[in-house]
């Protein structure tokens, strides 16, 4: 099989390296130059979360959607999020459960996905997980500007919930792929 490394692909893949030091500069926000190296970190994700939003667009617009691309923009998503909010819970800005439901979803979906490609079938992000994933990045950066406050938990909440909600819902939807087990 060989892989069409064509632009959203590359934004893809970008997304995946950009965690490296975004995942770097996060932690060391706690230490004294904290607020610069959160600052660095900031830029680090709005400049991934801003290829998320490139890749997929011009993969539709030119007609450029490839089975790698619709594995690992999802997989280039998980990545990032969940980096920051491991690191957050490292550095006391979040409570572990947040990262816990996150990634018991996340663990829950792949486990999907890998089903289905069992199948030779590929599953796609659907619209609710995009959702998920905007209101992650959203939490996340706002987080990642005011810092520590007891208000993290209150502005990851809205994430938490379509984090619970889209698992559920593509659960449901590929409730075929655990009742034809074999």
Same mark, same amino acid.
């Given at each position: 099989?060989?892989?069409?490394?064509?632009?959203?692909?590359?934004?893809?893949?970008?997304?995946?390296?950009?965690?490296?030091?975004?995942?770097?500069?996060?932690?060391?926000? +706690?230490?004294?130059?904290?607020?610069?190296?959160?600052?660095?970190?900031?830029?680090?994700?709005?400049?991934?979360? !801003?290829?998320?939003?490139?890749?997929?667009?011009?993969?539709?617009?030119?007609?450029?959607?490839?089975?790698?691309?619709?594995?690992?923009?999802?997989?280039?998503?998980?990545?990032?999020?969940?980096?920051?909010?491991?690191?957050?819970?490292?550095?006391?800005?979040?409570?572990?459960?947040?990262?816990?439901?996150?990634?018991?979803?996340?663990?829950?979906?792949?486990?999907?996905?890998?089903?289905?490609?069992?199948?030779?079938?590929?599953?796609?992000?659907?619209?609710?997980?995009?959702?998920?994933?905007?209101?992650?990045?959203?939490?996340?950066?706002?987080?990642?500007? !005011?810092?520590?406050?007891?208000? +993290?938990?209150?502005?990851?909440?809205?994430?938490?919930?379509?984090?619970?909600?889209?698992?559920?819902?593509?659960?449901?939807?590929?409730?075929?792929?655990?009742?034809?087990?074999?």
């Amino acid at each position: 099989m060989s892989i069409n490394m064509n632009v959203p692909n590359k934004l893809t893949m970008g997304r995946i390296i950009l965690a490296i030091p975004f995942i770097y500069f996060l932690g060391m926000s +706690n230490g004294s130059n904290g607020f610069t190296y959160r600052m660095i970190a900031l830029v680090l994700f709005a400049l991934a979360s !801003i290829t998320d939003f490139l890749d997929g667009y011009i993969a539709r617009k030119n007609n450029m959607i490839t089975d790698f691309g619709k594995l690992m923009d999802p997989l280039a998503d998980k990545i990032l999020v969940i980096s920051a909010l491991v690191v957050f819970v490292e550095i006391d800005f979040l409570p572990s459960w947040i990262s816990i439901v996150v990634l018991a979803r996340e663990f829950l979906i792949s486990g999907i996905r890998s089903l289905a490609a069992a199948n030779g079938e590929v599953i796609a992000a659907g619209n609710l997980g995009k959702y998920k994933t905007t209101a992650q990045m959203i939490g996340i950066i706002i987080i990642m500007l !005011i810092g520590g406050t007891p208000y +993290n938990t209150w502005i990851m909440l809205p994430s938490v919930i379509l984090t619970v909600w889209s698992g559920w819902d593509y659960s449901v939807k590929a409730k075929h792929y655990f009742i034809n087990m074999k």
